[in-house]
């Protein structure tokens, strides 16, 4: 097997070649560098490289793999790490020791951390590779990469089209077959976004099951850190990794058994929830009802259920997210700096006073009671990922009309953040395609996504069903033709 066609494997599958020899860490990393440079700027993956760390890392998971062999402990379970050798990118929202950082925003000089963030300490001790940073808007805020100091995110299925976000960079660098997996992170969104956006899994798990430390805090509770792979079972195995519990974490989250085969009650959920006007695209209703019936095939009982809250209960997320954008630590003499829709979004958090934080915070915890009770008679909910295919690039970002941004994000999205706001695991897969004409007139397809979501802490029984969809409706063989 060449290094290129190793690169085409998944995570887990990469790493079992890795200890049987097939290549060296070393020269998957010297294809990976490679790739980044050229595939990964067509689709504007990164915005740092960073390849004498990942040198230094790949030399060391090359060692550890000889000493192994040597010792007769390669196969032995536990004795090397997981992913010993597999390059895994970081998202520019989270620190890496010594690699410049600039959070997607041009108010904000490149710094390089002290430390690594929690969840890189632990991608390190799976034996990932940390290759660079990919790209995400200004803060990770909007649901599209586009940045004012880094590239426009791409998804690979027709470059004229945005990767979404905020892990738009990630999603295109594991889409482009550059990397197997990448880090993310989703706030309201941000993974299953950009999986819908580039034919990838996404999955935002339980709150508490990901903490933020030991250097992070929670805040509202609305973010967690994850991955973007091609396989469920790759989502699986990272979850494992980065569901590391820090001393002091204020949300935690205990993982339930997986269901043992038995039939599941599943939820179609298909009118928009935080925009109840927003237009849904034929393609992306379709998916949703076909893996419906996909599901009913498989021996599960389906049932349509309406939204499970009206559309203006939203506007307690709206606050909270405008208030987060203000936590950010902007100089004062470089506000101006930054892109219109974050003066916005600042300047709103600005208008929200005490008392209007702790009653969206109540709200918040008011509607995830309320969705409980909503959907007490389901497993698992159903849904398209996104109202729309991938968006055209400069589509969305309207500087012009920073509200409007932020109105057409919400239509664009109109069921990802209830997950967020819940604190339920949600994960989003490639299970549909949209036929769409560039800006040229040519038709392309396009990946669209579908998302199932269940109760908090039941991210193994998601994750078994989105195996056993995987199995059932398989995505392997579809892949990007990048020109």
């Given at each position: 097997m060449s290094v290129s066609e190793l690169l085409d494997l998944d995570a887990t599958a990469l790493a079992r070649s890795l200890?049987?020899?097939?290549?060296?860490?070393?020269?998957?990393?010297?294809?990976t560098l490679d790739a980044a440079e050229h595939v990964g700027a067509a689709v504007g993956a990164f915005?740092?490289?960073?390849?004498?760390?990942?040198?230094?890392?790949?030399?060391?998971?090359?060692?550890?793999?000889?000493?192994?062999?040597r010792d007769g402990t390669v196969d032995e379970p536990g004795a090397l790490p997981p992913f010993l050798g597999v390059p895994c990118p970081v998202k520019d929202l989270t620190t890496v020791a010594g690699v410049p950082m600039r959070a997607g925003s041009a108010a904000i000089d490149p710094f390089l951390p002290p430390d690594d963030d929690g969840v890189v300490t632990l991608l390190r001790a799976a034996g990932t590779v940390m290759l660079g940073k990919t790209s995400t808007p200004e803060l990770g805020l909007p649901c599209y990469t586009e940045p004012d100091v880094g590239p426009t995110a791409r998804t690979p299925w027709d470059l004229a089209r945005s990767a979404g976000g905020s892990s738009g960079g990630a999603a295109a660098a594991v889409a482009a077959r550059v990397v197997p997996v990448a880090h993310g992170s989703d706030g309201g969104g941000s993974l299953r976004i950009p999986a819908s956006a580039c034919g990838l899994v996404g999955l935002k798990p339980s709150r508490?099951?990901?903490?933020?430390?030991?250097?992070?805090?929670?805040?509202a509770g609305l973010a967690t850190h994850g991955v973007l792979t091609r396989t469920v079972r790759d989502a699986a195995a990272f979850l494992d990794v980065l569901a590391h519990p820090w001393p002091g974490d204020a949300f935690t989250a205990r993982r339930h058994a997986a269901p043992s085969g038995r039939p599941l009650r599943v939820g179609l959920l298909l009118d928009p929830v935080i925009a109840a006007d927003a237009p849904v695209h034929p393609a992306c209703a379709g998916v949703a009802r076909a893996t419906a019936a996909l599901l009913g095939e498989l021996g599960h009982d389906v049932v349509e259920i309406p939204p499970p809250f009206a559309a203006e209960r939203w506007d307690a997320f709206a606050a909270l997210w405008s208030v987060g954008a203000l936590q950010a630590p902007v100089p004062p003499d470089r506000e101006h700096l930054l892109v219109p829709l974050t003066r916005w979004l600042r300047e709103r958090g600005r208008a929200v006073s005490g008392l209007a934080y702790a009653t969206a915070l109540a709200e918040v915890q008011r509607l995830a009671r309320d969705v409980a009770a909503a959907w007490e008679g389901v497993d698992v909910v159903l849904s398209p990922t996104l109202a729309q295919p991938p968006a055209l690039v400069g589509s969305q970002r309207l500087d012009d009309d920073p509200a409007g941004d932020f109105a057409a994000q919400t239509a664009f999205t109109p069921w990802t953040s209830?997950?967020?706001?819940?604190g339920r695991p949600a994960i989003s897969l490639p299970l549909g395609e949209a036929r769409v004409a560039d800006p040229g007139h040519a038709q392309r397809t396009v990946p669209v996504g579908v998302m199932l979501g269940a109760g908090h802490g039941?991210?193994?029984?998601?994750?078994?069903?989105?195996a056993r969809l995987e199995e059932a409706a398989p995505w392997s063989d579809r892949r990007p033709v990048l020109p």
């Open positions: 200890r049987a020899g097939d290549a060296s860490p070393a020269d998957v990393l010297d294809a915005t740092t490289l960073a390849p004498d760390l990942a040198r230094t890392q790949a030399l060391a998971a090359e060692a550890a793999l000889v000493a192994a062999r508490g099951l990901v903490s933020p430390g030991p250097y992070g805090v929670d805040g209830v997950w967020n706001l819940t039941d991210d193994a029984l998601l994750l078994d069903l989105a």
